[in-house]
């Protein structure tokens, strides 16, 4: 996916100016942001930190300190040093972490690095979560997958997904679905509700995505939309709009930009007078604190009925 190019406007030169909008990033999100939730939420800035070393550095500069440290992948070069974290998160967690559970607490890196040590099936046995060894066709008859899932089914809920599977070491039963017509057949015969096919009812992804930014607080990630249950959504969003990206800016979630401003300069100065405020006060908590549909939406109002309360409620929140 190519990044968005800088604005001639904009000028990064400036570490104090990057930093400056990183820290509004930052409170927005309610964490120092990821690379992967940097590139949705502000693709200007994520293009501008590479010329600062990118987001570990800038991070150091900035002497931002959550309770957990970003590693570089040079910091996992024994396995040692990787069962050392995850003894961490599997006291944390209670169960072997999944790649979305270690990406979601910056540990991409370490994810990478267990792949470079011998995968992490090899890791999972060190902490007993072992990989069952069953003999050739053992799951072709049903009645094994059944004894086996049942009591998981019971005890979780629900018919496990794909990393309830590998929590509990059980990737080949997974495997074996299809000798038996499919996940969702299995889910049937053993009494659970059928899974939507994806390929086709995804007609509604862009009020899921929505109200799945309402909920969050944020235009949601890759990572967000596999958390919350939308990861059918992801190959519909690639092939229909292009990307997460393209998306967000299809529906008005993309950061207000100078150039925006500008395009608006006329309205945006009548209202500046209405409410009787600085203008760089004005713009700057709009940028800070809005998204394109906010700023449209509001000056749509403006227009129509010459109200402009919604501004006026922007900066009383300050």
Not at 75 to 91: C, F, G, I, P, Q
Not at 123 to 143: E, Q, Y
Not at 236 to 260: A, E, S, V
Not at 300 to 317: A, I, N
């Amino acid at each position: 996916m190519r990044k968005k190019k800088l604005s001639k406007s904009e000028n990064w030169d400036d570490f104090e100016k990057v930093a400056e909008r990183m820290r509004q990033v930052q409170k927005a999100l309610g964490h120092f942001p990821s690379r992967a939730e940097l590139r949705v939420y502000d693709s200007q800035l994520d293009s501008a930190i590479n010329r600062y070393g990118g987001i570990i550095p800038v991070r150091k500069r900035m002497g931002i300190q959550e309770g957990w440290e970003l590693k570089p992948i040079d910091h996992w070069k024994t396995r040692k040093a990787v069962l050392d974290e995850l003894k961490n998160l599997v006291s944390e967690l209670g169960h072997f972490p999944t790649r979305t559970e270690m990406t979601d607490r910056h540990l991409s890196t370490l994810v990478l690095a267990m792949s470079k040590l011998g995968g992490s099936r090899s890791f999972r046995v060190k902490f007993a979560f072992s990989i069952p060894k069953v003999p050739n066709g053992h799951w072709d008859d049903f009645a094994n997958i059944e004894r086996i899932l049942t009591p998981l089914i019971k005890k979780l809920g629900h018919f496990p997904s794909e990393d309830e599977l590998a929590l509990n070491g059980l990737l080949s039963i997974g495997n074996a679905f299809k000798k038996h017509g499919g996940v969702n057949r299995v889910r049937e015969r053993l009494g659970s509700p059928i899974l939507r096919v994806c390929k086709h009812d995804w007609s509604d992804v862009e009020q899921n995505v929505i109200n799945l930014a309402k909920r969050i607080g944020h235009f949601p990630t890759q990572s967000d939309l596999n958390k919350y249950g939308l990861k059918g959504a992801i190959n519909h969003i690639y092939k229909t709009y292009g990307g997460i990206i393209k998306l967000r800016d299809q529906l008005g979630y993309g950061p207000i930009t100078d150039n925006l401003l500008a395009t608006h300069a006329n309205d945006l100065a009548q209202i500046v007078i209405k409410l009787s405020v600085p203008t760089d006060r004005f713009w700057a908590t709009m940028k800070e604190r809005w998204v394109v549909r906010d700023l449209t939406a509001a000056i749509g109002e403006y227009k129509e009925t010459g109200s402009v309360e919604r501004f006026r409620t922007l900066l009383d929140g300050e």
